[in-house]
């Protein structure tokens, strides 16, 4: 079992930046895939990034790529989401998961976080 608590989430203007960070608990962290998801208001879960076991790989939304980063911390049972030039259209409630796969579908992760809002106001 794992327990993944998400933080760094708040309210920030339209371009600013904000890290997200999602601690994890177990002993076996290091062996799941980590992903970030993002669900707005009436809108689906959608895919944001994905980081291998090792760290070694990473894939994000076509969406994000080039403002959003995702990593990792295996000693400390950490991974992030690093984002930047915010606007508007990314405020939704942010979610950790764990994976025994490196994927894209929320079908393919086993354990979720309970998520941090994150809001950028224009």
């Known amino acids: 079992q794992v327990q993944l608590v998400e933080s760094g989430g708040g309210l920030v203007q339209a371009g600013g930046s904000l890290r997200l960070s999602c601690a994890a608990s177990g002993r076996t962290f290091s062996n799941y895939a980590m992903g970030w998801f993002r669900q707005a208001p009436g809108k689906e879960r959608e895919f944001v990034a994905v980081?291998?076991?090792?760290?070694?790989?990473?894939h994000y939304a076509d969406s994000v790529k080039g403002r959003f980063t995702i990593s990792r911390d295996n000693a400390k049972n950490t991974v992030y989401l690093q984002m930047y030039s915010l606007k508007p259209e990314v405020t939704a409630v942010y979610y950790c998961a764990a994976g025994n796969v490196y994927g894209t579908r929320w079908s393919a992760y086993n354990y979720w976080g309970q998520g941090t809002q994150v809001t950028v106001s224009s």
């Open positions: 980081i291998s076991s090792s760290g070694g790989s990473t």
